[in-house]
């Protein structure tokens, strides 16, 4: 299983990213997704999560800023984050796990950096 993120980058705050992972390899093994993301510092957080065919789970800290959506077709799931202040500066990794859960953490990605200027 790989999984290969996108979307990062540079914004101002109340600036929106959109990041994109798609997944490729044995996809039957693969049952729950998500992303998470870890600051400088800081412990790795849950951002969100989702189970195949289930409804979006959202970290015990999020706000209604973030979105999470997966497109089945293209196996991609996405993290549409709107109104983001600084310190949603962090390193975004997408997981996949073979499990239902709602902290999938079987497979990662390599990151996409998110850094949120003031």
């Known amino acids: 299983v790989q999984l290969t993120e996108s979307g990062g980058g540079l914004v101002e705050v109340g600036g929106s990213l959109r990041l994109s992972c798609v997944v490729s390899?044995?996809?039957?093994?693969?049952?729950?997704m998500g992303w998470w993301r870890q600051a400088p510092g800081k412990e790795r957080e849950l951002v969100a999560s989702?189970?195949?065919?289930?409804?979006?789970y959202y970290g015990k800290f999020m706000e209604d800023r973030f979105t999470l959506s997966r497109d089945y077709g293209t196996n991609t799931l996405f993290l549409q984050m709107n109104r983001l202040k600084p310190e949603d500066t962090a390193m975004y990794y997408c997981?996949?796990?073979?499990?239902?859960?709602?902290?999938?953490?079987?497979?990662w990605g390599q990151g996409t950096q998110v850094t949120v200027s003031s």
């Open positions: 997981a996949a796990g073979e499990v239902v859960t709602t902290t999938p953490d079987d497979y």
């Open positions: 390899g044995k996809l039957y093994m693969i049952i729950s």
């Open positions: 989702m189970r195949d065919g289930g409804s979006p």
